[in-house]
């Protein structure tokens, strides 16, 4: 059985980079390297290095629906599919592990009774579909687990149909266009897929403890201090690879992969350099919010 990664990157070069930097953060950590492939709509100089290179045959949406075409690209025969926006930390080739006993499609996430308020839907919204869900689920969509079968097949060409309804099942969720996570959630659901017990050494969401982490990619560390655990992939959002800390990482990483001379000394005028710039970026921040607090006094008064 073949095993293997799988990202997508489309329109912008903004997002190949971000493939790109998920892509060589893999290489780094993982001794044993197993073939990772990326999803696109061009060849480009950020493709060039992947294993595999798969181009949308018809066309790329550039939106969170690109995603639900996987079934039909899957290059390997069990796949692993990583958000873009992701940066290794460790060896991923854990992640295979927690899915050995797993159902043909899964992820991370949770199995919720049908009352339940906090999954992608809510039972009492599905109307019809009711008889064909027993489960309300609950997943986290940066990463999911994918053998090559029909019921793999199944999942995603369900997930597309839901779209056209995607108003009428409330799903929740503030997307700009229908999420992927809304719509596999409940095509799970009706295909009798369970995801599998989310674990945070596994995956974290930077956004939810933005300054509640110890991150240093030349130590392989991206702990959170609350639980004291380190996770080995840590998905940072769009937004926030956009910002200082994010960019700090894959100087960082451009620096581990150059020549050994002068590493360390590398290393360390790279983060002397980022933390003035976070320091500076703070203060401009705060004053900012001040500024904003006197207009709207002024403007109250």
Not at 131 to 142: A, I, M, T
Not at 221 to 237: S, V
Request: glycine share 6%; aromatic share 14%.
């Amino acid at each position: 059985m073949k095993k293997g990664f799988i990202t997508i990157a489309t329109g912008k070069e903004e997002y190949y980079c971000l493939a790109y930097n998920l892509f060589r953060s893999y290489k780094f950590f993982c001794k044993e390297p197993l073939p990772f492939a990326i999803l696109c709509d061009r060849e480009n100089e950020y493709t060039k290095d992947f294993d595999d290179v798969l181009i949308f045959e018809k066309g790329a949406t550039n939106s969170y629906l690109d995603k639900l075409s996987l079934a039909e690209y899957l290059p390997y025969d069990e796949t692993v599919f990583i958000d873009a926006d992701c940066l290794a930390y460790g060896d991923l080739n854990q992640i295979f592990s927690c899915f050995e006993q797993a159902d043909d499609f899964s992820c991370f996430g949770r199995v919720l009774p049908l009352d339940d308020k906090t999954g992608w839907f809510e039972y009492e919204n599905l109307g019809d579909l009711k008889s064909k869900v027993s489960y309300v689920v609950g997943l986290h969509g940066g990463i999911y687990y994918m053998r090559k079968t029909e019921q793999t097949k199944k999942v995603f060409e369900d997930a597309r149909n839901l779209v056209l309804d995607y108003s009428k099942f409330k799903f929740k969720g503030k997307f700009a266009t229908p999420g992927d996570e809304p719509l596999i959630a409940l095509s799970m659901a009706i295909n009798h897929c369970h995801p599998e017990t989310f674990r945070s050494n596994m995956i974290f969401c930077y956004w939810e403890a933005v300054d509640g982490m110890d991150i240093d990619i030349t130590k392989g560390l991206a702990r959170i201090r609350e639980k004291n655990i380190n996770t080995i992939l840590l998905h940072w959002g769009t937004r926030f690879t956009r910002e200082l800390e994010y960019k700090r990482q894959c100087e960082l990483l451009d620096i581990l992969e150059g020549d050994n001379s002068n590493q360390d000394r590398n290393i360390e005028q790279c983060k002397r350099k980022y933390d003035s710039l976070i320091r500076k970026e703070k203060r401009k921040q705060f004053l900012q919010r001040v500024k904003n607090k006197i207009k709207r006094t002024l403007k109250i008064k």
